[in-house]
T-cell receptor, first 112, second 115 residues
Framework: QKEVEQNSGPLSVPEGAIASLNCTYS??????FFWYRQYSGKSPELIMF??SNGDKEDGRFTAQLNKASQYVSLLIRDSQPSDSATYLC????????????WGAGTKLIIKP | NAGVTQTPKFRILKIGQSMTLQCTQD?????MYWYRQDPGMGLKLIYY???????DKGEVPNGYNVSRSTTEDFPLRLELAAPSQTSVYFC??????????????FGQGTRLTVV
């Protein structure tokens, strides 16, 4: 079992709709969780991180964490074509010496 | 602030050749990392460093070497290149304020092809 699992997609969402990206993890020792966006041919960039159960909102983005069910999700409201990218989920484990564990990413396509 | 700078951006190597990927950061970050990313895959950690003079292996270290003589620089050395090392390489750095937020800042990547 992979430590971090993401559906590779592509996930196709109409412009203006809500895009929902999911990530599950296997290690209950995981401490905090990160969503990175990676445009094709570019390097990853941080969107947001979350470490407490519940929701965390930042503009059009909302991260949701459920430690009991071991999943973290990213919601993108009012999706724009510029949101089309691969979204990488990463986690930090309590004893990982600051090493991030990465999922393979979900490719998101926003259709105009 | 230039952030994390990687060179070169592209390189084609012949099997058995060697090369060094350069990485430098100007954010005074203690932590630096080298990742490789194969098509459709996530990031795999090759080596990392928690400070000058300290390096450690990641998930896929075979065929690579690193050094960290200064806080700023973290070069990755490929010895005896093999086709399996064809990939995109990313250098990253981070400064951990606490144990829950370790944002990694990435260089622009090096696309390496071994033929």
């Amino acid at each position: 079992q992979k430590e971090v699992e993401q559906n590779s997609g592509p996930l196709s969402v109409p412009e203006g709709a809500i895009a929902s990206l999911n990530c599950t993890y296997s290690d209950r020792g995981s401490q905090s969780f990160f969503w990175y966006r990676q445009y094709s041919g570019k390097s990853p960039e941080l969107i947001m991180f979350i470490y407490s159960n519940g929701d965390k909102e930042d503009g059009r983005f909302t991260a949701q964490l459920n430690k009991a069910s071991q999943y973290v999700s990213l919601l993108i409201r009012d999706s724009q074509p510029s949101d089309s990218a691969t979204y990488l989920c990463a986690l930090l484990k309590r004893d990982s010496n600051y090493q991030l564990i990465w999922g393979a990413g979900t490719k998101l396509i926003i259709k105009p | 602030n230039a952030g994390v700078t990687q060179t070169p951006k592209f390189r084609i190597l012949k099997i058995g050749q060697s090369m060094t990927l350069q990485c430098t950061q100007d954010m005074n970050h203690n932590y630096m990392y080298w990742y490789r990313q194969d098509p459709g895959m996530g990031l795999k950690l090759i080596y990392y460093s928690v400070g000058a003079g300290i390096t450690d292996k990641g998930e896929v270290p075979n065929g690579y070497n690193v050094s960290r003589s200064t806080t700023e620089d973290f070069p990755l050395r490929l010895e005896l290149a093999a086709p399996s090392q064809t990939s995109v390489y990313f250098c990253a750095s981070s400064y951990s304020l606490d144990r829950v937020n370790t944002e990694a800042f990435f260089g622009q990547g090096t696309r390496l092809t071994v033929v």
